[in-house]
């Protein structure tokens, strides 16, 4: 079967596992602006080894118990030449790096990807305190415009890790 990349806009749904009200906006903003193209989009990812009662319950006591505790990635896309994770939040800050690096970690260790992993937060605005962290870490910012960004500073999109107005 031939992998298709299609513009991210095809990928826009009523809504998303796992992401609130807030979210929802912020990503539909993003999916209808950004130059990407995905082949698929994933939502709601679980990695991470969750909680395992170490005490004997039954079978789908132990495996809702893991489901609830795993690590939840808000958005995996998927190209052919890479894996996005993308995290989604009204503000790119401390939260999101936290996430974002513990979704790499688990991600590859658990789907064992033969593509690279690029991690990606979708905001409406930044911590001034994080963006040179972000930048340094490789990790792409993606601001969308909205009630704390105005449309006033804008910047192509350019293929490395940065920020980027949508």
Do not use: C
């Not at 939260?95 to 991600?107: I, N, P």
């Amino acid at each position: 079967m031939m992998e298709i990349e299609r513009p991210a806009r095809e990928f826009i749904r009523p809504r998303y596992p796992h992401m609130g009200p807030m979210e929802k906006v912020i990503w539909d903003k993003f999916l209808l602006t950004t130059p990407l193209k995905f082949i698929k989009i994933e939502y709601d990812v679980r990695v991470g080894p969750g909680y395992v009662p170490k005490e004997k319950y039954p079978e789908y006591i132990i495996r809702m118990a893991k489901a609830l505790t795993q690590l939840r990635i808000d958005a995996v896309g998927h190209q052919k030449e890479r894996i996005w994770i993308f995290e989604v939040k009204p503000r790119a800050g401390r939260s999101a790096l936290g996430q974002l690096e513990s979704y790499r970690y688990w991600y590859i260790k658990d789907y064992k990807p033969t593509k690279p992993v690029q991690l990606a937060v979708v905001a409406y605005y930044i911590d001034p305190n994080l963006e040179p962290i972000f930048e340094h870490r490789g990790i792409y910012v993606f601001l969308v415009e909205g009630k704390k960004y105005g449309s006033s500073h804008t910047k192509p999109f350019i293929y490395k890790p940065g920020i980027y107005t949508l």
